[in-house]
Structure formats: structure tokens, C-alpha cells
């Protein structure tokens, strides 16, 4: 595999940022030893034992950390070569000093405080608790902060713009609207991607995301849309847009297929643990991942390792099953070792690994 040539590709990724606690749930301890809850599903019965009763939890913290979407995919973007920049909650009207380092690492602009999360571990996935401040940034604060100029500058830069966490920036509607009303226009004629990324919208109202999915397709005027999805925001984005429609075209291809169809977009792209899936205009793809990781160093950052091998492998033009491969080696690389791969790295990795 040649090292791909990714350090001429620049990138906008937005909107949001947060510090993380990435943590264990002690399960019991005897002397030295201590067990730790290793399913989420034994986590729960544990909580469910414990209704109308009270309980306390032990938490081991093992990493502190910057998070959020924009920051792990800004982060490991860069590390492949990409030139980044990045819009986000640094902190506001000053940037946070937990993030000075990254506003240092990246051309950036900050627009708001960054949340906090508390990231509980387990084999089979991970459970966020987080204080949510990105209710604060809007369509107007960006505008204030950056101005439409300079957003429309940056934007003529890029190569792919990614668009994420739509669940907890409150107002992701308004701002996309605004995008696509006063910065997408403008822009010249160079050929795009756009990534979104809704992140968890168990808990969003109906309506609001049918209007945020309708905008995803609205970008397709401006640039070639994937949409990037775990099974969960899958299975919810499809019972959203399969409630009231009477054409089901598209549902025998699956959820993702449904979802492309309905939104008639390039890409729609679905990534579990062992398995990587693409719907695209041009057919649909299954990887089946020799990366599959049982006991992952870290989980939290895994989907935005993939989405950064994911936007590499899109760029670069490569076939997208040979995307799905690029895509789960960086968040298996990730996952394995708790940082983002350098180039190097990855080949070096893919290469043990024996894939060719």
C-alpha cells in the first residue's frame, strides 16, 4: 500500500468539543484485586437490582482528556497528514485551558464552552454522562465570532467539510441553514464532501431531526454527502424516516439502503465492531474487519477514528470497499492503543495485520 498523498487535502470539521473522563465501573474489590462491570448489560441488572434501594459506584478514571466529535476527528485527521481546520466550544469568549494546546495544534476558531462527559468502559460499548453547554452556540455566534467572510474563506479551502454532532448542538438546524443559506453559495466551483455525523439522537424530537435530515440532502447541491452512522443512530434515523412513508423503494437493501434511498444522498455508511457497511449510489458494500478488537484500550473515539479514515479514503478516491478497510485500521489502531495512527503507523499496522 503506498502512502497515500493526504497532506495536500484541507478540512473544516465543527461544531462542538468537550473534556472527557474516560472511566471503569468498579464491580467488587478484594485486597489488590478489583473486578470491574466488563458488559453493559451485567451493568444494568446490577441498577435494576438496586430499584426502590440505593446503591453506590466506584469509578476509576484511567484517561482525562479533550473530546468531542470535532476534536478526535480534527486530531486524527491530522495525524494522517490533513490540514484541519476546526470550529468549536474551546471555550468562550476565551479559549479553556484544557484546550490551549489544540487551539496551538490547529487553525481554529472557538464559539462556545466545552461540555463534560464522563465516559463509563465496558467490552461491549460505553455509556456518556455528560453536562451538555452547546446549547449556547448558534447560527448568530458563529456569525459573531468568525463572520460570514472569513467562514466563506475556510470553506473554499477545504476539501471535505464534516458536520457532527447534530444531537447535542442544539441548534444544528439553524446553523446548517444557515450554511447552506450564506456560506455554501458563495463558494467557487472546487468538487467537495460533506460528512455528517448526527451522533446519539435517541432522545431528539421527530420533526427536528426529519428537518436536519432534509438539510442533509439540501447539501447535496454543494458537495458529495456521506452520512456515517453506528447501528444505534442507524436503527433511529430509519424509524424516523419510515414513519408515514407509504414508497418503501429501498428497504430491501437493508437500513442503510432505506436511508440513502430516502434521502436520495452519495453515501451512507454504517460501522459496528466487526463490520463496516456502505450504501452508495454505485452498489452496496460489506467489510467484514480482521481488525475486530474484543477488549479494547478505549472505545470512546472509535467512530471518529473511523470517520477520519473514512474521510482519507474518500478523498484519496479509492473504491469504497477498500474505504471501509482504511476506515475501521484507523479505529482499530485507535482503539488498540488509545491514540491516533500517524501514516506510518497505519501502514505499518496494516501491514502486520496482513492485509494487502
Given amino acids: ?15 462542538d468539543a468537550s473534556y472527557d473522563v474516560i472511566a471503569r465501573v468498579v464491580k467488587s474489590k478484594n485486597g489488590s484485586d478489583t473486578q470491574y462491570f466488563s458488559r453493559i448489560e451485567e451493568f444494568g441488572e446490577y441498577l435494576v437490582s438496586k430499584k426502590e434501594l440505593s446503591c453506590a459506584l466506584e469509578v476509576e478514571p484511567f484517561q482525562r482528556k479533550i473530546g468531542g466529535n470535532m476534536p478526535i476527528l480534527s486530531s486524527a485527521l491530522s495525524n494522517l497528514g490533513v490540514g484541519v481546520h476546526s470550529v468549536g466550544a474551546l471555550g468562550y469568549p476565551h479559549v ?8 496551538l495544534e490547529f487553525t481554529g476558531f472557538s464559539i462556545g464552552e466545552p461540555s463534560e462527559c464522563l465516559a ?13 453547554t452547546l446549547h449556547e452556540i448558534s447560527w448568530e455566534r458563529i456569525k459573531e465570532t468568525i463572520g460570514c467572510g472569513q467562514l466563506i474563506e475556510v470553506f ?17 438546524n439553524e446553523i446548517w441553514q444557515g450554511l447552506l443559506a450564506e456560506v455554501l453559495p458563495f463558494l467557487n466551483a472546487k468538487k467537495r464532501l460533506a460528512l455528517f455525523d448526527f451522533a446519539d439522537c435517541s432522545m431528539s424530537d421527530p420533526e427536528e431531526l426529519r428537518t436536519g435530515l432534509s438539510y442533509v440532502h439540501d447539501f447535496q447541491k454543494y458537495a458529495t454527502v456521506v452520512l456515517s ?13 419510515k414513519e408515514g412513508e407509504e414508497n418503501n423503494a429501498g428497504e430491501a437493501e437493508g437500513i442503510g439502503g432505506f436511508i ?29 474487519s480482521e481488525f475486530y478488537t474484543p477488549t479494547p484500550k478505549v472505545s470512546t473515539g472509535g467512530g471518529d477514528n473511523f470517520n477520519a479514515g473514512l474521510c482519507a479514503g474518500l478523498m484519496l478516491g479509492m473504491e469504497m470497499g477498500e474505504v471501509l478497510r482504511l476506515a475501521s485500521a484507523v479505529s482499530a489502531f485507535y482503539v488498540q492503543s488509545g491514540k491516533s495512527p500517524e501514516i506510518e503507523e497505519l501502514l505499518g499496522f496494516i501491514k502486520e495485520k496482513k492485509i494487502t
Fill in 229 to 241: 452512522l453506528n447501528e444505534n443512530e442507524a436503527e433511529r434515523l430509519f424509524s424516523v424516516l
Fill in 120 to 132: 463509563l468502559e465496558f467490552e461491549d460499548g460505553k455509556v456518556m454522562l455528560f453536562q451538555n
Fill in 260 to 288: 440513502r434511498h430516502s434521502l436520495e444522498i452519495d453515501h451512507v455508511v454504517i460501522h459496528k465492531a466487526k463490520a463496516a457497511f456502505a450504501w452508495s449510489r454505485a452498489g452496496h458494500y460489506v467489510y467484514e
Fill in 1 to 15: 500500500m503506498k502512502k497515500p498523498g493526504l497532506y495536500k487535502y484541507r478540512a473544516v470539521i465543527g461544531f
Fill in 156 to 172: 473554499n479551502q477545504a476539501d471535505i467539510f464534516g458536520l457532527l454532532n447534530w444531537s447535542e448542538i442544539k441548534k444544528s
Fill in 96 to 103: 479553556s485551558s484544557i484546550f490551549e494546546s489544540f487551539a
